[in-house]
C-alpha cells in the first residue's frame, strides 16, 4: 500500500479508538485490540498469522514490565501506609519555607510520583494540598496543580514508570540513560509549567472557590510527629531504584563489558532485579521498621495489586496494537515517509503523542500508542536517540490534558474546583510543562 491509503489505516484505527473510550466507554484494553483487528484486516495481513502477531506483542510487552508495575504498586502503597508522604511535606516546609508550597509540592510530586501512577499519586498526596495551603496560608489550587503537573511529568518521562519503562523496551533506550535524561527534561519543565505557571497565573487567594467539603479530602488521616518514618531513610528508599539503574548506565561507559564485575552490575542494575532490591528495603524501611509484621506486610502486598490490573491490559493490548502496526507495515511505511518531511522526528514523535493523549485521554495509551507508530523513524535516522525519541513521547503525553483524561476530573473534584477552573490550570499549565518538555529535549538531541 503506498503512504495516502497507509495513513488512512492509521487514522481510521485512533478514530476508532477514539470512538471506542470515549463515546462508547469502551475500556481502552478492548479498544486497541479491536482497533489492532481493524488494521490486520485492513491491511490483509494473512489470517494465520494475526493470532501469533498479537499473541508476540501483548508477552514482549508484558513480559517484561508485569513484576516493575507490580513491584512498583507495593512500594507506592508503603509510602502511604508508612507515612512516608507526609514525612516529605513537613520536612521539606521546614527546609525551604512556607513562601515556597509551591515549589515543594512539585518537587514532592517528583519524589513520590516515581513508584505510583499519576491517579494513584495524586489520590495519596492530595491531602497534603489541604496541609500544605493552610500551612502557607494559600490557595489550594495554587500548591494543587503543581502537585498535578509535576506527578503527570514523572508518569510520562521517568522509568520506572509502566509507560516510561514499556516505550524505552519499545524503542530499545537504554533505561538508565532515559532516567539521567529524563531528569534533566522533568525538572525545568516542572518548574516552568508547573511552579511559575502557579505563581503568575494562579491567585494566591481565590473567592471564587467552593467551600471545602469533609467529602473533598478523601480518607487521609494525618500521623503524628514521631509516629512518621525519617527524611533521609524515606528519600532513599523511594529513589534507590532509579539509583540503582542510573548507576548500571554509568558503569557501561567505565568499565569494560567482559568484565566479572560488569556482568554483575548488569544483573544487579536490570529493572527488575533493581525494583526486587528497592522493594525488599522497602518492607525493611518503611515497614518491620515502623513496627508492621509479616501479615501486615502481606495485607499490604496483596492489596496493592487489584488497582493495576487495568494497566496491566492496556499496555498489553497496547503492545498488540503496536506489533499488528509493524507487521502490517502501516508503521514502517508511515516513517519513511515522515523521515523525508522537513520536521525534526522529534517533534513528529511529541506531537503524534500529544494529539492521541488529546484524543484518547490516556497517557499511557498515547505513548504506547505512538512509540508502534515512530519506532521505524529509528531505522530511517540512525543518528537518532531512542532515548530522545522515547523522552519526546513523554513529553507531548503530558499536554492537553482535558476532559478526556481522569486525572482531569480527578483534581476537579478532589480540588473541588469548577471545570472552566480546570481548564485555566490544569489544561493550560500540563501543556506549558508539554512544550517545554519538548524545547528540552530538543536541545538534548544536539549533544546526545
Known amino acids: 500500500m503506498g503512504t495516502g491509503p497507509l495513513l488512512v ?11 471506542l473510550i470515549v463515546k462508547v466507554k469502551m475500556h481502552p484494553s478492548l479498544a486497541l485490540l479491536l482497533a489492532a483487528f481493524l488494521v490486520a484486516f485492513v491491511t490483509r495481513v494473512p489470517l494465520g498469522k494475526i493470532s501469533d502477531i498479537l499473541e508476540k506483542g501483548v508477552g514482549d510487552t508484558l513480559g517484561f514490565l508485569t513484576l516493575i508495575i507490580g513491584f512498583g504498586a507495593v512500594l507506592g502503597k508503603l509510602l502511604e501506609v508508612s507515612g512516608g508522604a507526609q514525612r516529605l511535606a513537613h520536612s521539606m516546609l521546614k527546609a525551604f519555607g512556607k513562601q515556597r508550597a509551591t515549589i515543594i509540592m512539585a518537587l514532592l510530586g517528583l519524589i513520590c510520583g516515581i513508584p505510583v501512577f499519576v491517579e494513584v499519586g495524586f489520590v495519596l498526596l492530595v491531602p497534603l494540598v489541604f496541609v500544605v495551603a493552610k500551612e502557607a496560608g494559600i490557595s489550594r489550587l495554587k500548591v494543587g496543580i503543581p502537585l498535578a503537573t509535576s506527578l503527570m511529568v514523572v508518569h510520562c518521562i521517568l522509568p520506572p514508570h509502566p509507560a516510561a519503562t514499556a516505550i524505552a523496551g519499545t524503542l530499545h533506550a537504554d533505561i538508565g540513560m532515559v532516567i539521567l535524561l529524563g531528569l534533566c527534561v522533568a525538572i525545568p519543565s516542572v518548574l516552568v509549567g508547573g511552579v511559575l505557571f502557579a505563581h503568575f497565573a494562579i491567585p494566591a487567594h481565590d473567592s471564587s472557590l467552593q467551600e471545602i467539603t469533609e467529602g473533598g479530602l478523601g480518607n487521609f488521616v494525618e500521623k503524628d510527629e514521631k509516629d512518621l518514618p525519617g527524611f533521609g531513610i ?9 539509583l540503582i539503574m542510573v548507576t548500571r548506565t554509568i558503569c557501561e561507559r567505565l568499565i569494560p563489558a567482559d568484565t566479572l564485575a560488569m556482568q554483575w ?24 521498621n515502623r513496627g508492621f509484621g509479616i501479615e501486615k506486610l ?7 495489586f487489584g488497582p493495576i490490573g487495568g494497566i496491566l491490559l ?4 497496547g503492545g498488540a496494537f503496536n506489533a499488528v502496526l509493524t507487521a502490517s507495515g502501516v508503521a514502517p511505511g508511515l516513517a ?7 520536521v525534526s522526528p522529534v517533534i513528529l514523535a511529541w506531537l503524534i503523542a500529544l494529539i492521541l493523549h488529546f484524543a484518547v485521554g490516556s497517557a499511557t495509551v498515547a505513548m504506547i500508542s505512538a512509540a508502534g507508530i515512530v519506532l521505524p523513524m529509528l531505522s530511517a535516522n540512525p543518528n537518532l ?7 519526546a513521547i513523554g513529553a507531548g503525553a503530558i499536554g492537553l490534558t482535558h476532559v478526556t483524561d481522569s486525572l482531569f476530573w480527578m483534581v476537579k473534584e478532589y480540588l473541588q474546583i469548577s471545570v472552566p477552573q480546570a481548564y485555566k490550570t490544569l489544561t493550560v499549565g500540563t501543556t506549558i510543562t508539554s512544550v517545554v518538555a519538548l524545547c528540552m529535549t530538543l536541545l538534548l538531541s544536539l549533544v546526545v
Do not use: C, M, R, W
Open 9 to 19: 489505516v492509521l487514522l481510521i484505527a485512533i478514530a476508532v479508538i477514539v470512538l
Open 234 to 242: 524515606t528519600l532513599l528508599t523511594i529513589l534507590l531504584p532509579l
Open 265 to 288: 552490575i548488569n544483573v544487579i542494575g536490570n529493572p527488575i532485579s533493581a525494583l526486587t532490591i528497592a522493594l525488599l528495603f522497602a518492607y525493611f524501611s518503611l515497614g518491620l
Open 298 to 304: 502481606q495485607e499490604i502486598t496483596d492489596g496493592s
Open 314 to 317: 492496556i499496555i498489553g493490548a
Open 336 to 342: 519513511k515517509a515522515f523521515a523525508h518531511l522537513p
Open 385 to 391: 536517540s531512542p532515548a530522545i525519541l522515547a523522552l
